[in-house]
Nanobody
Framework: QVQLVESGGGLVQAGGSLRLSCAAS????????MGWFRQAPAGKEREFVA?????????YFAEFVKGRFTISRDNAKNTVYLQMNSLKPEDTAVYYC???????????????????WGQGNQVPVSS
């Protein structure tokens, strides 16, 4: 049974920084790509934020986070990170990490490419 456990969320002021972590167990983590998605309040759809391929050498970001967020992974720790800088109130959302289905994992912006999801982490950004 694959599990993803997220940590690091919490209230932050606009302009501040936060790092989310996602620890994986139950699968050979280093073979698979990881992604971060988010879902804003008020019934908005979940949207792609960032993805990183299996060896960490390729990353892709949504336009609205380019230059502010970075994604990285430590395969020795089975953990992927999302470093969020210069946060804005519109970044307020529940953030989810996800593990891509394909092997080897090249990374994907499509939600349907992922078959395992973390529990979600609230990130409220105050103005």
């Amino acid at each position: 049974q694959v599990q993803l456990v997220e940590s690091g969320g919490g209230l932050v002021q606009a302009g501040g920084s936060l790092r989310l972590s996602c620890a994986a167990s139950g699968r050979t983590f280093s073979n698979y790509a990881m992604g971060w998605f988010r879902q804003a309040p008020a019934g908005k759809e979940r949207e792609f934020v960032a993805t990183i391929n299996w060896n960490g050498r390729a990353t892709y970001f949504a336009e609205f986070v380019k230059g502010r967020f970075t994604i990285s992974r430590d395969n020795a720790k089975n953990t992927v990170y999302l470093q969020m800088n210069s946060l804005k109130p519109e970044d307020t959302a529940v953030y989810y990490c996800a593990l891509e289905r394909a092997y080897p994992g090249l990374g994907s912006k499509q939600e349907g490419s992922y078959d395992t999801w973390g529990q979600g982490n609230q990130v409220p950004v105050s103005s």
